[in-house]
């Protein structure tokens, strides 16, 4: 009889993504996480990597709670998405990484003039006809 089901980590992270929306570029956004241990054993962090852009530290003693702060590049003069994963090593066997996804669509400055002059048109347009 086949059997399916689905293999969950003893550690995992509160929210599971980091999505820090839509941000310009040049705009630094702070985004809070903590991470859930199910084990009942104490685990030992250590941040392996992540993208030059994204900022990872931990802001409370017994290191569950993790601050991502990312700080979009000033330079793209066109909209972009940013993804990617900071990387934890742990020292749990069964889990021995966790893997935090995140997410940013940035707007680049002459995306943003476009979007902020069309909305100029269109609120004239909508107010030439009132």
């Keep these: 009889m086949p059997f399916k089901g689905m293999v969950e980590g003893v550690l995992d992270t509160d929210p599971n993504f980091l999505n820090f929306g839509s941000v ?9 996480f903590r991470v859930v241990n199910r084990s009942g054993k104490p685990v030992k962090l250590r941040l392996a990597s992540h993208p030059p852009f994204v900022e990872t530290v931990p ?5 569950t709670v993790w601050q991502g702060r990312l700080k979009v590049p ?5 909209s972009q998405v940013l993804s990617g994963k900071i990387v934890f090593t742990t020292n749990l066997p069964l ?26 048109k269109g609120s004239e347009a909508y107010a030439k006809r009132r």
């Design 24 to 32: 310009v570029s040049g705009q630094v956004k702070v985004l809070t």
């Design 74 to 78: 000033s330079n793209p003069s066109l």
């Design 59 to 63: 802001i409370n003693p017994n290191v």
């Design 95 to 120: 889990q021995p990484l966790l893997e935090v996804p995140f997410f940013a669509a940035v707007e680049g400055s002459k995306a943003l003039s476009a979007t902020r002059q069309g909305e100029a």
